[in-house]
C-alpha cells in the first residue's frame, strides 16, 4: 500500500501509539502558514478519515511554537491576485470543514505562540491542550480583516459570545491558563507536560469503543455545523476584506513591526 502522507511536505508524521498519528506542522519558520502549508492542513483531514490504522491524532507544531500565522508572502498573493485569493479562500473553508467531519477524534497541543490556519486546527481539535503561557492569537483584525478563519464558529460556543467578541474584536491575546478557565481550550498544562497529555490522551480515544467515540463527535459537531452559515459568512468578509485598503495597512505594519494607521475614509 502506497504511504498516504508521503506527498506532504510541511507536515511531519510519527506514531507515538499504533494507532495514533502525530501531526507536527513544521516548515523552519515558525510554522507560519505558507501556500503548501495551508493546502495540506485542508487535505491531511481526509487522508486521517480514510487510514484505517488511524485512530486518533494529535496535532502539534515543531520546536518552540505551535503556528505563528499566514505567512507574509501568502496574505499578499490574497491581495494582489485573485485566482489565490479564490483558492485561498476554498482551502480556508475546507480546513474547517474537514476537521469538523474527520471521524477520528483529534487532540491538539500548543505551545509558544498559537494564531491563524494552525489556530483553527488548534482549536476546533476535540480535545484542545495548551501551555499555561501560550499566547493565543486570533491576528484577524490586528491584519485588517474580519476574524473569519474558524473564530465565528466556534468561539462564541466555547466562551460565550461576550468574550469571543472582546477577544476578537480587540485582537487581544489569551494566554493558556485563561483560556482553560473561560472554556476556550480544554486542559491548560506546564509545558513539560504538554506532548506527553496530548499522547495520553489521543491513546485513550484510540484504545476506546471506535463507533462510540466517532459517533459522539459527529452527534456534538452538529453544533458547529449549524453555525455553518455564520462560519461561510465570517470567511466570504474575511477575504473581501484582502481587497480593501486596510489589510494592507495592517500588512505594512506587521512587516515593519509598528502600530498600524488604518485609513479612516474605509468605514463601511
Known amino acids: 500500500m502506497p504511504d498516504p502522507y508521503a506527498r506532504y511536505t510541511r507536515l511531519r508524521f510519527d506514531r507515538p501509539h499504533p494507532k495514533v498519528l502525530r501531526i507536527t506542522m513544521d516548515n523552519g519558520r515558525m510554522n507560519t502558514a505558507d501556500d503548501a502549508m495551508h493546502g495540506e492542513l485542508a487535505d491531511i483531514w481526509r487522508d486521517v478519515d480514510r487510514d484505517p490504522t488511524v485512530n486518533a491524532v494529535v496535532i502539534t507544531g515543531a520546536g518552540k511554537v505551535f503556528s505563528a500565522g499566514g505567512d507574509f508572502g501568502m496574505v499578499q498573493d490574497n491581495i494582489d491576485n485573485f485566482t489565490a485569493r479564490t483558492r485561498q479562500w476554498k482551502e480556508a473553508r475546507e480546513i474547517v470543514y474537514n476537521v469538523?467531519?474527520?471521524s477520528k477524534p483529534v487532540v491538539s497541543a500548543m505551545r509558544g505562540v498559537a494564531v491563524g490556519a494552525g489556530l483553527v486546527c488548534g482549536m476546533l481539535a476535540d480535545v484542545s491542550i495548551a501551555t499555561k503561557d501560550c499566547r493565543i492569537i486570533d491576528g484577524h483584525t490586528r491584519l485588517g480583516v474580519a476574524a473569519g478563519d474558524h473564530a465565528a464558529i466556534i468561539w462564541p460556543l466555547l466562551c460565550g459570545l461576550a468574550k469571543a467578541k472582546y477577544y476578537l474584536l480587540l485582537c487581544e491575546q489569551v494566554l493558556g491558563a485563561e483560556a482553560e478557565r473561560i472554556g476556550l481550550i480544554s486542559l491548560a498544562v506546564e509545558d513539560t507536560e504538554?506532548?506527553?497529555?496530548?499522547?495520553?490522551?489521543?491513546t485513550r480515544l484510540a484504545e476506546g469503543a471506535q463507533s462510540a467515540?466517532?459517533?459522539t463527535k459527529y452527534a456534538l459537531n452538529n453544533w458547529l455545523r449549524q453555525a455553518g452559515p455564520t462560519f461561510d459568512a465570517?470567511?466570504?468578509?474575511?477575504?473581501?476584506?484582502?481587497t480593501g485598503p486596510e489589510v494592507k495597512e495592517g500588512l505594512a505594519s506587521h512587516q515593519e513591526k509598528r502600530k498600524p494607521s488604518f485609513p479612516p475614509d474605509s468605514v463601511v
Request: with cysteine; proline share 0%; glycine share 8%.
Open 100 to 102: 469538523i467531519n474527520c
Open 194 to 202: 504538554l506532548d506527553g497529555k496530548a499522547v495520553e490522551i489521543a
Open 213 to 215: 467515540i466517532r459517533f
Open 234 to 242: 465570517s470567511l466570504a468578509l474575511e477575504f473581501l476584506g484582502f
